[in-house]
């Protein structure tokens, strides 16, 4: 296997492709006016942090870098290269082919050793190295540092013997590929809760087995093995491997979300056992990426001003967007829009992900009032490009029959 995991040299080569594909004016013209764009009687405040981490700008980058580089290869992606549709259909369009999930990975049999497969910046799991490997084709690894951070967690909890409890989503590729880095220790095991209603599941049962009273009912073992079917390693005993835990989390969650199920799993250790066997049992460490921080703390800080709502641009699968789009949906009416081609600005209508663990897809009329004063407040998701989030404020403008003067 040839393996390439810092780009080919070619950054000022794919520069004017990438500007092209992905930068936007009108975001430009929001940062150069304090976030802020007026007309008429129409305010749109963008958050100060928001759109493409340094994680998603150097995959994108890597990838554009990989088609200069073997114009006549057959190039194969795992999986989405992000969770942005703008940014996976222009790779498309270049060629490149997305390989389907399969198993604990991804489904290779179309790959030959002459090929090039990318990974994304979410990384694969340790299966996929393997297969790869024994491949022996050309492999450009845009893994996130911060998710090698993450790795490198899970991994040092596997060699000391403690269980990893991820607050993440089992079926998210970043978690898959965090999950598998146990696999490395014989014995290495892990649980994936999504959200602190999980996590209460598995402090009810360390809880329960030590004779401790419990808030709720606690499941069974046969029920508890039912719920983390899919979620938990596969020879994971909640009585054998709940002793020791070391907490981590998909980098994309809910910052505040991931620091409370920290706290609260050990707490909730120390009432099964006491304190001394919190400090020898548990550990944990906040893995949540910065860029991630720095989104979620922007869209907090605008939320501290009025708006009458607040427009989320991102996939429907991008973790970190589904992130901001709940923290607005606790104050104000969000709506979360996966491509400005959902707007329909002649009808006033919207396709929008519906906020919330039931979550669907669902169109919707009349979603901007047309008359009076209204402000919008607008952030993206860490895998939205600027032009698209530029093209969602050139929608509202328009939808509400309002023009921006670009001249000032
Ligand atoms: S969201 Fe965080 S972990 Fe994911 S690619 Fe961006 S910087 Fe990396």
């Not at 910052?255 to 400090?279: C, F, K, N, Q, W």
Request: hydrophobic letters at 40%; one cysteine or more.
């Amino acid at each position: 296997m040839t393996y390439v995991r810092k780009g080919f040299g070619l950054k000022a080569e794919v520069q004017d492709t990438l500007a092209a594909d992905y930068t936007g004016q009108l975001v430009d013209m929001l940062r150069a006016r304090d976030y802020t764009l007026h007309a008429g009687q129409t305010t749109v405040r963008l958050a100060k942090e928001f759109g493409f981490c340094y994680g998603v700008e150097r995959a994108v980058d890597y990838a554009y870098q990989t088609r200069l580089k073997f114009p006549d290869k057959r190039i194969f992606l795992a999986g989405e290269i992000i969770h942005n549709p703008h940014v996976n259909a222009k790779l498309r369009e270049m060629g490149v082919v997305f390989l389907a999930a399969s198993g604990k990975g991804f489904d290779y049999a179309p790959v030959a050793p002459s090929d090039v497969v990318i990974l994304p910046a979410f990384g694969v799991t340790i299966q996929d190295f393997q297969t790869l490997r024994e491949l022996g084709c050309v492999v450009v690894d845009t893994t996130c540092g911060s998710v090698l951070n993450v790795w490198k967690r899970v991994e040092v909890y596997a060699r000391d013997g403690f269980t990893s409890l991820i607050h993440g989503k089992f079926y998210h590729e970043e978690t898959r590929a965090t999950a598998s880095q146990v696999e490395k220790y014989p014995g290495g095991q892990y649980i994936v809760v999504r959200d602190m209603a999980e996590a209460d599941l598995v402090m009810d049962y360390i809880e329960a087995k030590a004779g401790k009273p419990t808030p709720r009912p606690p499941l069974s073992r046969t029920e508890f093995l039912e719920k983390f079917a899919k979620a938990a390693s596969d020879h994971f005993d909640p009585d054998l491997h709940l002793d020791r835990i070391g907490v981590a989390n998909q980098t994309t969650m809910l910052a505040r979300e991931s620091l409370a199920i920290g706290v609260a799993v050990g707490d909730a250790m120390a009432r099964a056992y006491g304190d001394t066997h919190r400090s020898e049992h548990f550990r944990t460490f906040d893995t949540i990426c910065s860029a991630t921080q720095d989104r979620q703390d922007a869209v907090v800080e605008l939320l501290a001003e009025p708006l009458d709502l607040m427009v989320v641009v991102g996939g429907y699968n991008s973790s970190n967007t589904i992130s901001l789009a709940a923290l607005c949906a606790e104050q104000v009416p969000t709506f979360h829009i996966a491509d400005p081609d959902e707007i329909d600005v002649d009808g006033n209508a919207v396709r929008v992900r519906r906020v919330g663990p039931h979550h669907h897809e669902d169109d919707i009329a009349n979603w901007l009032p047309t008359a009076g004063a209204l402000r919008v407040g607008i952030t993206a998701g860490a895998s939205t490009p600027n032009n698209k989030i530029g093209q969602a404020v050139a929608c509202i403008f328009a939808i509400r029959g309002e023009r921006v003067d670009t001249s000032l």
